[in-house]
């Protein structure tokens, strides 16, 4: 059997990837597939506990934070491709208009 | 039928509520006819309580008040240790205020419909004058001191706005704030005393304090006292705070005769006489009572002499009469002095109907001196204001002269002799202001101008007919109050006697009619002699007014210009507060705490200006916020958790 460690190591590996991504990229697409892969490391933590625990909670949590996901990317993309058709671009730093 | 007692207040609330939100769609007859009715039913069923209590023995076989029920309507506040019920209180006092004050009120609305026929703002005119009878009627069968400062202040309202109901007259409101302002420092004593009272007793309903006002110290039932006498000063127009009630005179003239001489004024008097075991367990308040009431009923007998003004001089016998009222609660002649409340009542709207009746012939002129002759042209209105006049003035017979009478013997008996000379002399002014007012205006030559002349008319007989039976209960009122050594009974003395039965004076002094006979043939002279100087001066010898006048001048200004009590106040109170009040608003308001909310919001200003800079509008920015934040909170956990362990 893998030991759980591994997963957490490579839970926490995919969130330093995602946290990066977020942190650098300067396209909204990229920076939401970023995101996900963030709460899905997350996931994998979680779900890992709940094997190791015996814990069903867990798991339950995870399915809530995949509902919680599809629903932020539903919202998220919306707006990107509203942007998009608008200044034909995704770049995140040049949505600034709110700023003083 | 003593069930029913709070349809008495649901009638005129209807009435309000009615005028209030439709009057203004409703034809003026409609109005007239809402308000009067709302009254008059209420009188009915004060009418149809009274008669059903005195169906009820007098004395429970405990040897209680059988008269008296108490009827809860709601929990009003509830809040830990204090409790207040609103609850109607129905005793003899109660129900003798009610049906004076919805009696009269019925007359007057009758009387408005026509007198106030050409006014603008009819309906709302007859709205404020059925929500001062509500809460007239609030004030007198409210069951504890709450809710009797409910109606006090209610009436007080009632007051300012009818005062003020030709608004646009600057005298007009002026006279209205002034009552105002004048009645506010007397509810301010009584919002003390009440206070003072919950203090010491723990409980604001009648029939926990008056058990036990003997219970707490002098000094304490004094301050109490003098506390809610202050608020009935205010209210009844008594020295120190008489000033507002001459000029409530600006208000149309069936309000003067409704609420500032038959009923609002005499809530002060109830008050005292509600009170009274309060009065009576202080040495000295009952003291005070009687003095003021003396003092005032002299001064203000004094100030209605030289009036020329129909109506003020009629306001001055307001406030002379109420004095006596006070000296009857100050001298421990409860009775007494809630029969000259009845009895003033009828005879005082009575003369206030005549004048305004005499206002609408004469299109408003209220000068007594630019009058005359009215006798032959106004016959009713002659005949009704001369009854007004004898029965204010005392002469035998009338309601004035019994009403009176008992005050007096009732001063003589406690033993209060000066205030006993003092109001017997009063007596002789009274008659005299009174026989004045009679002979100036209706006797003699016509002194109007030739147009007014012509256009001079008897009333319709919707005014008569209120200023008729004002008249029948002004002659008739005074026999429910026989004097003891007639022998028929004082029907008003016994039938309040269960609640004055634990005071002072209650048991029926030993047999004196020689007294009381002395008594009443040296007032009578005393009306005799008012009588008489006011026939000789201005009927016989027209014309020696004017000429004692001019040999006593200074005399003749210092009252005529009311000591000049308003100048005082005005230096003495009002100057120094406007001062007070200009530091207040540019030294206080305008410099310190306007520039210190200024300066503060500058600040916030200049620390957005300065912090906006952070808001970059830079998604990654924001990012990298967020994970330098969860970073430090998640190191500052970790940090945590080792040092516990």
């Not at chain 2, 009418?47 to 007098?58: E, I, K, R, T, Y």
């Not at chain 2, 043939?521 to 000429?547: D, Q």
């Not at chain 2, 210092?558 to 120094?576: F, G, L, Q, S």
Request: glycine letters at 8%.
């Amino acid at each position: 059997m893998v030991p759980p460690s591994f997963y957490l190591i490579l839970s926490a590996i995919l969130f330093a990837l995602g946290a990066a991504g977020v942190l650098i990229r300067r396209n909204a697409l990229v920076m939401f597939m970023s995101v996900e892969m963030m709460l899905n490391a997350v996931n994998l933590t979680l779900i890992t506990y709940s094997r190791l625990l015996d814990n069903i909670e867990g798991q339950v949590f995870v399915l809530l934070v995949m509902a919680v996901a599809a629903a932020e990317v539903a919202v998220g993309l919306a707006i990107v491709v509203a942007y998009h058709r608008h200044k034909d671009s995704a770049d995140v730093d040049e949505m600034d208009l709110l700023k003083w | 039928m003593l069930d029913y007692v709070w349809l008495i207040l649901l009638f005129p609330l209807a009435g309000v509520l009615i005028n209030a939100l439709l009057g203004r769609w409703l034809d003026r007859r409609v109005v007239a006819t809402i308000a009067s009715l709302a009254v008059g039913a209420s009188f009915v069923v004060a009418l149809l309580v009274f008669f059903a209590m005195l169906g009820l023995p007098a004395e429970t076989e405990a040897g209680g008040n059988g008269r008296e029920r108490i009827m809860p309507i709601f929990s009003w506040i509830v809040a830990g240790e204090f409790e207040v019920e609103a609850a109607i209180l129905l005793d003899q006092l109660s129900i003798l205020m009610a049906l004076v004050v919805t009696g009269v009120s019925t007359l007057l609305h009758i009387y408005s419909a026509a007198y106030m026929h050409g006014e603008e703002y009819y309906n709302r005119y007859f709205t404020w004058l059925n929500l001062f009878v509500l809460m007239m009627l609030i004030l007198v069968l409210g069951n504890n001191f709450l809710v009797m400062y409910v109606g006090w202040e209610g009436v007080g309202l009632c007051s300012y706005l009818l005062i003020g109901y030709w608004f646009e007259k600057k005298s007009a409101a002026d006279a209205g704030k002034k009552a105002f302002i004048v009645n506010r420092v007397g509810d301010f004593g009584f919002a003390l005393g009440i206070m003072l009272i919950f203090a010491s007793f723990g409980s604001l309903a009648f029939k926990d304090v008056f058990p036990a006002a003997s219970t707490v110290l002098p000094g304490t039932a004094t301050a109490i006292a003098l506390l809610l006498f202050l608020g009935a000063a205010g209210k009844s127009a008594q020295i120190p705070l008489y000033v507002w009630l001459p000029d409530a005179m600006e208000g149309p003239t069936p309000v003067s005769a409704l609420i500032h001489a038959a009923t609002m004024v005499t809530a002060g008097v109830y008050m005292v006489a509600r009170c009274h075991t309060i009065f009576e367990a202080s040495p000295s308040a009952l003291n005070w009572v009687i003095w003021i009431g003396v003092l005032t009923a002299f001064f203000a007998a004094t100030m209605a002499l030289v009036q020329k003004d129909f109506k003020r001089i009629l306001a001055y016998s307001t406030i002379s009469q109420l004095g006596y009222m006070f000296v009857g609660m100050g001298a421990g002649a409860y009775a007494a002095g809630m029969f000259h409340l009845t009895t003033h009542a009828f005879f005082k709207a009575l003369l206030f109907l005549c004048a305004g009746s005499v206002m609408h012939a004469l299109s408003g002129e209220l000068d007594i001196f630019k009058m005359g002759g009215l006798r032959r042209k106004m016959p009713w209105t002659f005949a009704t204001l001369l009854v007004g006049v004898l029965a204010l003035s005392g002469v035998p017979l009338l309601a004035g002269f019994f009403s009176k009478d008992e005050i007096l013997l009732g001063a003589y008996e406690s033993g209060a002799l000066i205030p006993w000379i003092l109001g017997t002399l009063t007596a002789a002014l009274t008659a005299f202001y009174a026989f004045r007012l009679l002979f100036v205006a209706f006797y003699g030559k016509p002194r109007m101008d030739k147009r007014t002349q012509r256009q001079l008319h008897e009333s319709p007989p919707v005014m008569l007919v209120p200023m008729v039976i004002l008249a029948v209960l002004a002659v008739l009122g005074g026999y429910i109050g026989l004097p003891r050594f007639v022998g028929l009974g004082n029907a008003i003395d016994e039938f309040l006697h269960p609640i004055f039965a634990g005071s002072l004076h209650a048991a029926p002094a030993a047999d004196h009619t020689a007294l009381e006979i002395t008594l009443m043939a040296v007032s009578t002279l005393a009306v005799a002699a008012g009588f008489v100087a006011a026939y000789w001066i201005y009927v016989r010898n027209w014309g020696m007014g004017e000429r004692m006048t001019r040999s006593a001048q200074w005399l003749y200004d210092i009252v005529y210009n009311k000591y000049y009590v308003d100048e005082a106040y005005t230096e003495v109170i009002v100057k120094p507060l406007r001062i007070l009040g200009d530091f207040m608003t540019e030294a206080v308001e305008e410099r310190s705490i306007d520039r210190a909310v200024n300066g503060l919001a500058r600040l916030v200003g200049l620390a957005g200006e300065g912090l906006r800079r952070l808001q970059t509008g830079l998604v990654r920015n924001y990012a990298l916020a967020m994970f330098i934040g969860i970073v430090a909170v998640m190191i500052y956990f970790v940090i945590r958790s080792i040092w516990a362990l």
